[in-house]
């Protein structure tokens, strides 16, 4: 069974860079054929993919994102991080992790395709 857990600042500054973590237990990130995904919920507002780091290492963005956001992986540790620059009070929402295997049909994006969740972490962009 996958488990997930994020870990981050709960507040970060206007113009500053957010970096969140994923731990992942129950198996590798590089031994399962899954999306390792961030995904946030701002207040009062549906989930938003933000992007995604597959198996072998690659990785996709949101279109609205891909310039702020990055991705990456430490595999000896099992953890995925994102990196998110420029934040603004806009940033501000429940941030999780999750995961579902590729070769479902459903775009990588689709937020309900997931099968694990963390239990979210809320960051908060503020001065």
């Known amino acids: 069974q996958v488990q997930l857990q994020e870990s981050g600042p709960g507040l970060v500054m206007p113009s500053q860079t957010l970096s969140l973590t994923c731990t992942v237990s129950g198996g590798s990130i590089t031994a399962y054929y899954y999306y390792w995904s961030w995904i946030r919920q701002p207040p009062g507002k549906g989930l938003e993919w933000m992007g995604s780091?597959?198996?072998?290492?690659?990785?996709y963005y949101s279109p609205s994102l891909e310039r702020r956001a990055s991705i990456s992986r430490d595999t000896s540790k099992s953890q995925f991080t994102l990196e998110m620059s420029s934040v603004t009070p806009e940033d501000t929402a429940v941030y999780y992790c999750?995961?579902?295997?590729?070769?479902?049909?459903?775009?990588?994006?689709?937020?309900?395709?997931?099968?694990?969740w963390g239990q979210g972490t809320q960051v908060t962009v503020a001065s």
């Open positions: 999750a995961a579902r295997r590729t070769g479902l049909g459903a775009s990588v994006s689709a937020a309900a395709s997931y099968d694990y």
């Open positions: 780091i597959n198996y072998s290492g690659s990785t």
